[in-house]
């Protein structure tokens, strides 16, 4: 819900940009760690979804950690205030480069994703004469019934190492001396509404590690990753994610063996909601069939809804006009570059102010220059809003 307030302050700010309604952040980071706090969860970010040096510092302040993806997001999160012991990193090709970077930090945990890549930071370890702790990143073929792009955790995905391959894993542990090997990491997918999968990962989680605590081999993590689906369809009606059922869900059907921690790594759930795209409407072009409200901001600026068919819900801010339909367009040369096709807004015209919703992850962090556009800015409720 963005404010009247927030509406006129737009009013002097060059569009497009980013605009990050803090006190809905906050609130859901007290949700969330209320949660975490009751069960004795450990939560890591996942930077990757929205990396604002001042969204970071919130999220950090309410007391999560950083799972990265790259080399410059563990370097990110550090600068920004997380505390190296409470970094993973994961991601299935980390560099020579990279992996040294988080060795140097001594973050908390890689989430390896190969068998090749243990050998390698192993190596790399022994170079500088550190133990890297490690977990395992196990695909656990599981369909989380989301976008075939935001699926990781089914068989023919490139994510994780597959049970076939424990065998392996574990003679390498024995023969390796510059890594330790402290959990398991499980990460199936995005966006993912539905609640079952939840259950279906505990069981998959209890009969996986069982493997490893038969040979003797001690789990002390188990990394349930993130994952959870927000409301891109009602964002007003649902600003914060069902943490609720997911995490009682969890406490329920997860069999935490004694001394155990568990760790979760949200990106979305946290960051989605808070973010708005705003934009300035350019033209509004009659066709013969369609009326196409013409943005100035366009797929470089948010790439979800070209990427993978999403959905963001679209205001009209200022107009109460009569109920048309539209579809809704970017400026960048690509049919791609669509917003929304065949939905009612109010009737649109030019300089009406826009709201892209739902845009806080993977929004401005995938924005990118094509067309040699410029990259929108970040505002901030708390700034902006006297
Ligand atoms: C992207 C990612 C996440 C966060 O996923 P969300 O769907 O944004 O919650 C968590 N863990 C890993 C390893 C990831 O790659």
Redesign the pocket.
């Known amino acids: 819900m963005i404010t009247k307030q927030a509406i006129e302050a737009f009013g002097s700010i060059r569009t497009p940009f980013y605009y990050y309604d803090m006190e809905l952040l906050k609130e859901t980071l007290k949700v969330y760690t209320s949660y975490t706090k009751k069960f004795g969860y450990n939560a890591h970010y996942?930077i990757?979804?929205n990396a604002e040096p001042r969204i970071l510092q919130t999220i950090c302040k309410a007391g999560l950690g950083a799972?990265c993806?790259s080399g410059n997001e563990v370097k990110i999160a550090i600068k920004n205030g997380f505390a190296p012991s409470k970094i993973v990193y994961?991601?299935v090709g980390k560099s020579d480069r990279e992996i040294k970077t988080a060795l140097k930090a001594g973050i908390f945990s890689f989430?390896c994703e190969s068998v090749p890549e243990i050998r390698i930071i192993n190596d790399l370890a022994a170079g500088m004469g550190v133990v890297a702790k490690i977990s395992l990143?196990v695909n656990p073929d599981i369909d989380a019934h989301t976008h075939k792009y935001?699926s990781?955790g089914r068989k023919e995905d490139k994510f994780g190492i597959s049970p076939w391959e424990f065998q392996a894993v574990a003679d390498l542990l024995k023969e390796l001396k510059n890594i330790k090997l402290i959990g398991l990491?499980f990460?199936v997918?995005?966006?993912?509404l539905d609640m079952s999968v939840f259950p279906l990962l505990c069981r998959m989680v209890e009969q996986l590690q069982s493997w490893f605590i038969d040979k003797k081999i001690k789990i002390d993590n188990i990394n349930l990753?993130?994952?959870?689906g927000v409301d891109y369809q009602n964002p007003d009606q649902n600003p914060i994610a069902n943490f609720k059922d997911y995490f009682e869900l969890i406490h329920k059907n997860l069999i935490v063996r004694p001394g155990q921690k568990i760790h979760f790594?949200?990106?979305?759930?946290i960051v989605a909601q808070c973010g708005h795209l705003i934009s300035r409407v350019l033209y509004v072009k009659i066709g013969q069939k369609m009326k196409f409200v013409i943005l100035d901001a366009g797929m470089n600026d948010l790439i979800r809804p070209a990427l993978y068919q999403a959905h963001h819900d679209i205001e009209n801010l200022v107009s109460t006009g009569k109920k048309t339909k539209y579809d809704v367009v970017g400026p960048v040369c690509e049919s791609s570059d669509k917003f929304a096709h065949n939905i009612w807004l109010p009737e649109t015209k030019r300089g009406d102010l826009m709201a892209l919703h739902t845009a806080g992850?993977?929004g401005q962090v995938m924005a990118m220059r094509y067309n040699q556009k410029d990259l929108a800015k970040a505002y901030y409720s708390d700034e902006i809003i006297k």
């Open positions: 996942a990757k979804a799972d993806v994961a991601g989430n990143r935001i990781t990491h990460h997918g995005s966006q993912i990753g993130g994952g959870l790594e949200p990106g979305r759930a992850a993977y």
